[in-house]
């Protein structure tokens, strides 16, 4: 029985190890300055071990941890594979950081130690003094320094509660959190993956899995890595989403299984379709968040089914849902059905449960004796909060989501996106899905801002595309408000539009809820804020 992510690695690398584990496609390769091509199990195998030596020579072991600054490279599998190896944790480190962030997260999880791109180096070691932390730096070829500390847990066997990762959250309404992930977390994520069955067969050795999603983020880490590790086949990670050249990418790996983030349908979608839109060996889409009116497009024109699933960083897959079973209710962002394995609850916010069709917080917990089994270990440093996410014996994911009679799960938004005007509640990313159909808008994203009459109103920041004509921004507004009340409940459309030059997102490109929240509140009354309330009216 695999007890680490190291043992599942080790177990398909001897099962295979002439296959192909690991595909970098000429885009890839070169946006990174590497070779296209392959790396077999077994080349990967003698590069994890070596380097599992270097680290061990170095007195480097368990309950230490390691930050990683290596994107998507191959440099990133290898490095986490050796130290899980000794029983380190890694701690992923998103390229896009910078200092305060940086400073931040060096800080909290004190790593004394980072692999990075040598160009950011310097980088690491600023934070890492301003921090007040002993650190080193070094680049994924390097000799290993010497450890300034000895291993925490020196004492205790390496096995399936011991941390293999600490993810940040994005933080997108407060400071980043760090979820402790043991290897029992990850191997789940892996075993589940591969006995999806139904309309998401995983077949052993043989799928080439493609990904452009960061391996600093639990997707990739998690569920693309780990299926191959668990399953055997190939893994094609990509250095990032190309909407130009993703099908040409997906056509030279010979990817039979994609993953993907709601952007991405839509990016591919604006391309002019072509004939050879269905020329790739793609069987089906793993993903979140494919925006309604893209689901059933998508799939017509590209030939494979965008299979919606839901999960977090805390939950993995202990609690994963996913829509791999008919019907699956294309276009309504549904997610599929609970199995047995999960227990679901949606309240109010009076903790009541929510009847079907009505929208209530999503609560989770593992099914049999231990409702926490699989889930994250925690929030590092931070009992109140991880006592608080699991109030009641129940993990409160923060979502807002509706069942049917069927039992059919659909996400609505995230609660604290939910605008209440006049009673109402009413979905930011609704409305944006809407907003983003009008032809002068380029991207939208909507937040509350407060209201003498109603509590709240429904602001929306536009970005428009850069062919329309911005000379009378009002008419503009009153078109989009217009498209807003022909498709929404009046109460949903904007009472205000903000023209902006860019949404305020963070490093991963989710909007930054928190400080676009901030923004509503002064919004109002500047220039570039047009008072659209008065086209608000009930109709009939």
């Given at each position: ?5 190291h ?13 192909e ?9 070169a ?17 994890v ?25 191959p ?7 050796a ?5 380190v944790?890694?701690?992923?480190i998103?390229?896009?950081m ?7 997260l060096?800080?909290h ?5 980072a ?9 690491l ?7 007040g932390i ?7 070829d ?5 450890s ?14 011991t941390?293999?990762?600490l993810?940040?959250?994005?933080g997108?309404t407060g400071?980043?959190?760090g ?7 990850f ?14 067969p ?15 983020h ?5 569920f693309?890595?780990?299926v ?23 056509r030279?790996s010979?990817a ?28 089906w ?17 590209f ?29 309504t962002?549904?997610f ?27 609560l989770?917990?593992?099914?049999g ?6 889930f ?20 409160h ?33 609704e ?23 109603r509590?709240d ?19 503009v ?10 498709q ?5 459309a ?47």
């Amino acid at each position: 029985m695999n007890a680490t992510v190291h043992d599942a690695f080790s177990a398909s690398a001897r099962r295979t190890p002439q296959a192909e584990f690991l595909f970098t496609e000429s885009v890839t390769a070169a946006a990174y300055g590497i070779e296209p091509g392959a790396i077999s199990w077994g080349e990967a195998a003698a590069a994890v071990e070596r380097l599992k030596l270097a680290y061990a020579t170095a007195g480097y072991g368990h309950g230490h941890r390691v930050g990683l600054l290596l994107e998507n490279r191959p440099a990133f599998l290898f490095h986490w594979f050796a130290l899980n190896a000794l029983g380190v944790s890694v701690v992923p480190i998103n390229a896009e950081m910078r200092a305060a962030e940086l400073s931040y997260l060096i800080g909290h999880s004190e790593i004394g130690l980072a692999v990075t791109l040598p160009h950011r180096a310097d980088d690491l070691r600023a934070a890492a003094e301003t921090a007040g932390i002993a650190f080193e730096a070094m680049g994924p070829d390097d000799a290993v320094p010497p450890s300034k500390t000895t291993p925490p847990r020196a004492a205790e066997p390496i096995g399936l509660a011991t941390e293999c990762a600490l993810l940040y959250t994005s933080g997108t309404t407060g400071r980043p959190k760090g979820c402790m992930l043991s290897n029992e977390y990850f191997l789940r994520a892996g075993q589940w993956y591969a006995e999806l069955g139904d309309l998401c067969p995983v077949r052993p050795d043989a799928e080439r899995i493609i990904t452009p999603l960061p391996l600093n983020h639990v997707n990739a880490m998690a569920f693309s890595t780990m299926v191959v590790l668990v399953a055997g086949g190939c893994l094609v990670q990509l250095d990032r989403f190309h909407p130009k050249s993703w099908l040409q990418s997906a056509r030279e790996s010979g990817a039979t299984i994609a993953h993907y983030l709601g952007v991405m349908p839509a990016m591919l979608l604006s391309a002019p379709a072509a004939a050879s839109d269905r020329e790739h060996a793609i069987r089906w889409g793993f993903g979140a968040g494919v925006d309604r009116k893209n689901h059933a497009p998508f799939e017509s024109r590209f030939g494979f089914p965008l299979v919606e699933a839901w999960a977090m960083t805390e939950t993995g897959a202990a609690a994963c849902v996913m829509a791999n079973h008919e019907p699956r209710h294309v276009g309504t962002s549904c997610f599929g059905r609970r199995e047995a394995f999960v227990e679901i609850r949606l309240v109010d916010d009076e903790g009541r449960d929510a009847a079907d069709g009505t929208p209530g917080e999503l609560l989770v917990r593992s099914s049999g004796a231990d409702p926490k089994r699989y889930f994250f270990s925690g929030y590092l440093k931070d009992e109140d909060a991880t006592r608080e996410a699991w109030a009641s014996g129940w993990f409160h994911t923060g979502d807002m989501v509706r069942r049917d009679a069927e039992g059919n799960y659909y996400f609505v938004d995230r609660k604290k996106n939910v605008i209440r005007r006049s009673g109402e509640n009413i979905s930011a990313v609704e409305v944006e899905s809407v907003l983003n159909q009008h032809p002068a808008v380029k991207t939208s994203a909507v937040a509350a801002t407060p209201d003498a009459v109603r509590g709240d109103e429904v602001l929306a920041c536009i970005v428009m595309r850069d062919d329309v004509d911005a000379s009378s921004p009002s008419q503009v507004a009153a078109s989009i408000v217009e498209h807003a009340l022909a498709q929404l409940a009046y109460y949903k459309a904007p009472g205000y539009i903000a023209f902006v030059d860019a949404l305020p997102l963070t490093a991963s490109q989710k909007i930054q809820r928190g400080q676009l929240r901030e923004l509503a509140q002064a919004l109002p009354g500047q220039a570039h804020c047009i008072d659209t309330r008065s086209m608000k009216k009930r109709q009939g």
